[in-house]
Structure formats: C-alpha cells, structure tokens
C-alpha cells in the first residue's frame, strides 16, 4: 500500500462540509483522519450532504485538543479485498472558520 497524507484540510465556512478529494475516480483502501493540537474545533466526519447540526451522514464527530497530548483520531476502511472507497464521497466540516483535520489516506 501507498500513503499520501494530504496534511491539514481546512474548512473556511463552518456547515459547508469540504470533500476530500474533486476527482471522482479517486478509489482507496483507508483513510485515517486525526484532530490537530492546539486547534479548538470539534471534527465531523461524514458522506457527502452531510449536516453537522442534524448529524446526518455523519460518520463520527472528533473531539478537539485545545491543550495538546493525545488527540482524537479515526479510520474508515474497506473491509472487501477487491473493494476501495471513494475519495470524494467523504468530507470534513469544523464548528470553528479556518481550523481543519490532518488527513491521510492509503492506494493499493
């Protein structure tokens, strides 16, 4: 497997959820999203349409570390062998303008 880690994915309006990826073709394996030190936000994690303050299509919500130490993280994983997720299917939204998540995800 190969990783990317994109880095940090911001989100600039708090309810519009930012996609992972533009590129619909984009398959992969993993994705690995972690919440940032020092960074005040909570993290929603979730599908395309996803809505924050209903929770729908939210996959999980990540607490933040305003303080350091450990911090809040998540995989979401094919479970098939021959099956892959959708990069751009998946997006990220902050309850905080401009704070963001560190992203990462894995090609076969």
């Known amino acids: ?14 309810g519009t959820p930012v996609p992972l ?5 984009l398959k992969v394996s993993k994705i690995f999203v972690q919440v940032i030190p020092g960074l005040t936000s909570k993290a929603y ?9 209903t929770l729908a299509g939210v996959i999980r919500v990540l607490w933040p570390n305003p303080t350091g130490g450990i911090c809040d993280q998540f995989y979401i994983e094919s479970t098939a062998e021959n099956d892959s997720l959708p990069l751009s299917e998946y997006c990220v939204d902050m309850d905080v303008a401009g704070e963001g998540v560190l992203v990462s995800y894995w090609t076969v």
């Open 1 to 14: 497997m190969t990783v990317t880690a994109m880095g940090r994915v911001n989100v600039a309006a708090p």
């Open 21 to 25: 990826a533009t590129d619909p073709t």
């Open 45 to 53: 994690i979730g599908q395309r349409g996803m809505n924050k303050a």
